[in-house]
Nanobody, 112 residues
Framework: QVQLVESGGGLVQPGGSLRLSCVVSGLSINMYVMGWYRQAPGKQRELVVS???????EYGDSVRGRFTMSRDNAKNTVYLQMDSLNPEDTAVYYC??????WGQGTQVTVSS
């Protein structure tokens, strides 16, 4: 059974940083596209960033230059480093493996 477990969310002030982690169990991530998505209240889920198996990254327009995705295939884990956070980044952040498997999400709230 494939499981994705996100962690690292929380409350942060505008301008602050957070680092999210997504640990995958049940298969090896090294052959799969991995991605981070987010969903704010009343809005559709949107792409934050995705990574091909070879490490090519595609960022959403609203986070480019502020967020960085990395993957550690040996640990079966992907990360999302989020810097210069603003209130518009408030959302539940989800990890995705390929187009099928999703994590349960972790809440990120940016507020003073």
């Amino acid at each position: 059974q494939v499981q994705l477990v996100e962690s690292g969310g929380g409350l942060v002030q505008p301008g602050g940083s957070l680092r999210l982690s997504c640990v995958v169990s049940g298969l090896s991530i090294n052959m799969y596209v991995m991605g981070w998505y987010r969903q704010a209240p009343g809005k559709q889920r949107e792409l934050v960033v995705s990574s091909t198996a070879g490490g090519r990254l595609e960022y959403g327009d609203s986070v480019r230059g502020r967020f960085t995705m990395s993957r550690d295939n040996a640990k079966n884990t992907v990360y999302l480093q989020m810097d210069s956070l603003n209130p518009e980044d408030t959302a539940v952040y989800y990890c995705r493996l390929s187009s099928i498997h999703w994590g349960q999400g972790t809440q990120v709230t940016v507020s003073s």
